[in-house]
């Protein structure tokens, strides 16, 4: 096989894993990981029944490649918007914001995420919070530490206040409804966190 059919050939499979992996999302998201089914996600892709197994061999399987899928996405569009700004405020304001529009724009995603991340199943948990290292890695290395360096937070511990700042904004933004819609505005989530870590600069006292 030449090496342009080679290339083809991936491309191709690659293509095909993408759509299986889309309509499993949207599959998870309906109807929850137990009650999805496996030809359903193949139809829904434009596959014929069974089709998916050439491609994954469990519906077990299909799920961790899809964890893995939604945290790369995920933490992707998050990091590229953090990293556009230098000031450490700004960073954690694109943060909660970026997360906000990354779930409502990625609405099955975030379903089966919240899922994973709440359920019974401790494969699944323990899955989806391995890949999210890198999101909490992002928290506290390019944003807590830079901002306490720079005196603009308060010099908290970053590794553990990274962990409550992503329990703050998954819990926060996994408050959405049937349309992906969240409760809350992203701008409260920010106001809050900012308030709670900005280091508050009193004015020097003259001497008498």
Same mark, same amino acid.
């Given at each position: 096989m030449?090496r342009? $059919?080679?290339v083809?050939?991936e #491309? /191709?499979i690659?293509?095909n894993?993408?759509?299986?992996?889309?309509?499993?999302? +949207? *599959?998870f998201?309906?109807?929850g %990981? *137990?009650n999805a089914n496996? #030809?359903?996600?193949?139809?829904?892709a434009?596959?014929a029944?069974?089709t998916?197994?050439n %491609?994954f061999?469990?519906k077990r +399987?299909?799920m961790?490649e899809?964890i893995?899928?939604i945290?790369?996405?995920?933490?992707? %569009?998050i990091?590229?918007q953090v990293?556009? *700004?230098?000031d =450490?405020a700004?960073?954690?304001e694109?943060?909660i914001e970026?997360?906000f529009?990354w779930v409502?724009d990625n609405?099955? &995603?975030?379903?089966?995420m919240?899922?994973? /991340?709440? @359920?019974a199943?401790? *494969?699944?948990? #323990?899955h989806? %919070?391995?890949r999210?290292?890198?999101?909490f890695?992002?928290v506290?290395r390019?944003?807590l530490?830079v901002?306490? &360096?720079? @005196?603009t937070?308060r010099?908290?511990? =970053?590794?553990?206040?990274a962990?409550? /700042?992503?329990?703050i904004?998954?819990?926060t933004?996994?408050?959405i409804d049937? &349309?992906?819609k969240?409760w /809350?505005? =992203? +701008?409260q989530?920010?106001?809050?966190?900012l308030?709670?870590l900005?280091? #508050? $600069?009193?004015p020097n006292k003259k001497?008498a």
């Open positions: 030449s342009y $059919k080679q083809d050939r #491309n /191709l690659n293509e894993r993408r759509f299986l992996l889309n309509a499993a999302a +949207a *599959e998201a309906s109807q %990981y *137990e496996i #030809n359903s996600i193949s139809k829904a434009g596959y029944k069974g998916i197994y %491609y061999a469990t +399987a299909l961790l899809l893995d899928e945290a790369t996405g995920h933490f992707e %569009y990091a590229e990293q556009k *700004e230098d =450490p700004r960073r954690l694109c943060f970026a997360g529009a409502t609405f099955p &995603q975030a379903k089966v919240i899922a994973a /991340l709440n @359920g199943d401790t *494969e699944f948990k #323990n989806m %919070y391995a999210y290292q890198p999101m890695e992002l506290d390019e944003i530490v901002g306490i &360096q720079q @005196g937070f010099p908290v511990d =970053p590794t553990s206040t962990g409550l /700042l992503m329990t904004y998954l819990g933004a996994s408050q049937e &349309q992906g969240p /809350l505005a =992203p +701008a989530v920010v106001e809050f966190v308030s709670a900005r280091l #508050n $600069k009193s001497e």
